[in-house]
């Protein structure tokens, strides 16, 4: 049964369990075989660093999406995505046009502090993170001006982080490093790419 934990009240809120096990196993799997999985490289202070973990970019067609100095440029859904994003669309009443996934191999692939407040994701994005394999860290850092203490919270296989509202104006988000990841994590984010 899914369960819901408010993580920051108005902005985020996670529903445990919103695969099971057995299931989120299986497209586990579907997902490692299937993904087309890159290693991007971003520049940081004039450095170019390979991403540490990798990724992978789906849509509809136009959904050009520009992050971390790169544009990317959609691949066409395939069958595993389709399912998963039609449930996430079912459970929240609400499309979604694009996919980002990453592929966390071991406890040192990370993901540093970031919003995903990129302007063709508009104002207010609804971000839906389906997480599949081991569980990870995930945390909130507030921005200038918010005055809340730090938010953590565990994305568990078959979770479903919804980030909402006013989250990526007044928050960063991370997944740091661990010595605890014993298999490896797949996460899906969806999201809606505004037309330009």
Known sequence: MTERVDVI?????LFNRFIEADESQRILESLTCEITWQQHKVRVFNRVHSVP????????????????????????????????RRRVEDFLGRPFNSVLLNLYRNGSDTMGRHSDDEPELGDNPVIASVSFGGSRRFVFHPKPGNPEPRVRTELDDGSLLIMHGSCQRRWKHSIPKTRNLARPRINLTFRTVLEH
Do not use: F, M, N, Q
């Open 9 to 13: 009240p108005g902005e985020c809120v």
């Open 53 to 84: 973990r990798l990724t992978a970019w789906y849509g509809d067609k136009g959904t050009v999406y520009g992050y971390s100095g790169s544009v990317h440029h959609p691949l066409p859904w395939i069958p595993v995505l389709t399912g998963i």
